[in-house]
């Protein structure tokens, strides 16, 4: 008997938008009921965050976080937020928008430095109170909401369901840095001690008065001195996004299917790291390949992400993927003309110029800011905006492409 998901019509936010993301259509039917309930060969399943759980664990299991540590936050974070924003009452909203802003101040997602289940279901109930986020008082809550809204309302085309909120970034300003406490001890020192020989002055003869005031009109000066402001130095022109990351070429060599995780394959990829090096990367495609199409293949590898657990082993990258608009595919990019190619060479986009970070700082969000224009379109090449991947080779630039998705996101 397959499963049947129920969902009470504008309610349970949390539980559609997990099920749409996660492309759940194959593990249980949407309908229309009362009441938030999963049926699961005739046993129910209730509470939404035990079938948010469910869904993503047979579909995305690693948006439920690696590691024991990693799991029980996202588990933590999910639970808040349902009760926390369960309550319309302004005053307990603007705790939690507070809570959930503090939280944010360093931070990229809510849990590790990927997107997880908690990330999901907080934004399904963030939408919902969006009208009470300000630039002053939320603005680690705006960042992390634009960044939602992009990787998984807009990339996905969800929006019918959770409308986008115009955010413009460069409104929000950066966290407030506080002034270290000593500085305030060392000026209230400073004006003590000035007071204590004001008085001693006072006390001294005409001669002594005389000198005291050429000494102060001298320090006066030396102070403006002092606060005379040097000219600005000429800024930097900031290197653009794209080319701190460390996009490459990569051979699968082996696959296999992760002992731990039926979602993920264990790839061994040559990424060019040196003759016998090889990098090993986990990603969930097994519903997209069998692992016989996994093995000996080309691929394009996001190689300077910091390392992340997957349900116990160490991904050190990320196999690049397009996603069909309608989520029916996901396929491999792979470089157009293998020939020319080798494991290690670098993908660029012709007028941006700069050096790739060895490795990307999650605080910085530079794959965020980029990834949302990375696209195919009709000629099934990869784009960054409207410029296409190149692979700088020795005989000259090698596009990327997919197989069959376009108009699709890159990632």
Known sequence: ??????VPENAAKEVVLVYKYTKAEGVAKLETGTDAALEVSG????GVATICKYLVSKTQPELLGDGKENQAEVEEWSNWAITTFKSAASKEVHAGLQKLNGHLTARTFLVSNQLSLADLIAFAHVHQVSKNLRVTTTPNVLRWFDLIQNIVVIKNNLTKDFAPLEINLNDVPEPAVAAPKDKKKDKKSDKKDEKKGDKKDEKKGDKAEEGGKKDKKKD??????KKEKKPAAPAAPEQPP???LDIRVGYIRSCKKHEAADALYVEEIDCGDGEGVYRTIVSGLVKWYPVEEMQNRWVIVMANLKPASMRGIKSEGMVLCATAPDGSKVELLSPVDTSKVKPGDRIYIEGLEGEPEKVLPP?????????PDFNTK?????YYQDKPFLIKTASGPVQCQVATVQGGGIK
């Open 1 to 6: 008997m397959a499963a049947v998901l129920r």
């Open 43 to 46: 046993e129910k399943v209730d």
């Open 220 to 225: 006066k000066k030396d102070k403006k001195e």
């Open 242 to 244: 794209f080319t701190r």
């Open 363 to 371: 605080k910085k969000k530079y794959f965020e800011a980029v990834q």
């Open 378 to 382: 009709d000629d099934k090449i990869a």
